[in-house]
């Protein structure tokens, strides 16, 4: 039986690693947070109608997103009534069309 050397001078094989891009990967994911995109609300909708990449529809559902922060509240004002999809993270504004659910008492 014999044994695999090297030859002389050189050195013995490192076993495989990950390459460098795959390690690196995650991390410029989170480096650069993407936009989310801002739509309006169409009167009474109540789920997302964004389509990702494949054309498949999110649904999810639209909650009202209260603490905001500083790079939304530049985009969309101060105090504005906005609602953020719970799955996809999009942004919807109030329908205008609808009264508005900001300081109104509703019986």
Known sequence: MAEETAPQGTAPAAPPTAPPAAAATPAAVEAAP????????????RS??????KGKLCGGHLK???????????????????????????LYKPDPKQLPHSFTLRY
């Open 64 to 90: 009202r997103w209260y603490d905001y922060p500083k790079d939304v509240q530049a985009r969309i004002g101060k105090d504005a009534e906005i609602y953020r999809c719970e799955f996809c993270k999009t």
């Open 34 to 45: 993407q936009e989310a995109k801002l739509k309006v609300r169409k009167p009474k909708q």
């Open 48 to 53: 997302c109608d964004e389509k990702d990449a």
